[in-house]
């Protein structure tokens, strides 16, 4: 057989190595409303589905998905045990803070929204960026009319900040 049809990650763990658990970022687990209950969701998704796999008979794979579940669940339960509840409402409306929706326009005249939520919470495809990320950076403490440079890989981009608001 090729090695190319081998799972060696799975070949490991049927040998008795333990999974690596996921890293916890060093930053404060500032999150959302929303961003708390999606965590508890995942947290009640894991733990159901973990009691599903157990019901049922023990083979090397099931052995392989639990421990892949314990350490997602283990993950998760650390995120909520140091999560800090930030209210958006609750934040000045004039700066962007923690929570913040952002509409920017770039030098071209291109508009985007951003959503500025926790680590766990970021997503980009829905435009919700980390506050830790080189774009939150650019904008918290800003205000509406500031001008920032957006510190990018691919370059620099300078950003008007047209628009803050916040919702729960």
């Given at each position: 057989?090729?090695?190319?049809?081998?799972n060696e990650e799975r070949?490991?763990?049927a040998g008795g190595e333990e999974l690596v658990d996921r890293p916890i970022s060093p930053h404060p687990n500032y999150?959302?409303?929303?961003g708390a209950l999606e965590?508890?969701?995942?947290?009640?998704?894991?733990?159901?589905?973990?009691?599903a796999i157990k019901t049922t008979t023990e083979d090397t794979f099931s052995k392989d998905k639990i421990a892949e579940i314990e350490r997602d669940l283990r993950y998760v339960r650390a995120r909520l045990d140091s999560s800090i509840l930030?209210?958006?409402?609750?934040?000045?409306?004039k700066t962007v803070l923690f929570g913040a929706t952002v509409e920017v326009q770039d030098s071209e005249e291109v508009r985007y929204i951003f959503h500025i939520v926790g680590e766990d919470e970021?997503?980009?495809?829905l435009?919700?960026?980390?506050?830790?990320?080189?774009?939150?950076?650019?904008?918290?403490?800003?205000?509406?009319?500031?001008v920032v440079t957006w510190h990018r890989?691919?370059?620099?981009?300078?950003?008007e900040i047209l628009d803050i608001h916040y919702a729960s």
């Open positions: 057989m090729s090695r190319a049809f081998v070949i490991e763990q999150v959302t409303p929303t965590l508890q969701t995942l947290e009640e998704s894991l733990v159901a589905e973990l009691n930030v209210d958006p409402k609750a934040q000045d409306h970021a997503d980009v495809s435009s919700k960026v980390s506050w830790v990320s080189p774009l939150a950076n650019a904008l918290i403490g800003q205000k509406v009319g500031d890989p691919i370059g620099d981009i300078t950003l």
